[in-house]
């Protein structure tokens, strides 16, 4: 498939010079190989948020306030994740 494409390219390319042509071909071959898949998102970021279940005789307000940790907690997994897949998408498209 690559060879095709830089043949054509070669054959498109009728007024350029030989070296031209040479040079065009393999920025394109180089084009190709380097297609760079991002890696998986982490486990930890998939997880889904743990309910907050009332107990019986457990006043509202202490539910409320084991809702609001475990919403915080949520919050700075997002937070990391984001900031972790970021990071991950910025190195893979710096130059090496």
Not at 9 to 30: M, R
Not at 47 to 58: F, H, N, S, Y
Not at 85 to 95: A, L, R
């Amino acid at each position: 498939m690559a060879r095709s494409l830089i043949l054509l390219c070669l054959l498109l390319a009728g007024c350029q010079s030989v070296q031209d042509k040479l040079n065009a071909a393999k920025s394109q071959e180089a084009v190709t190989k380097a297609r760079v898949s991002l890696p998986d998102w982490p486990v930890y970021c998939s997880e889904e948020m743990p309910a907050v279940i009332p107990k019986i005789g457990e006043k509202f307000r202490h539910s409320q306030a084991r809702w609001e940790v475990v919403r915080d907690n949520e919050n700075a997994r997002i937070k990391w994740c984001a900031e972790h897949y970021g990071t991950v998408k910025k190195s893979y498209e710096t130059p090496r």
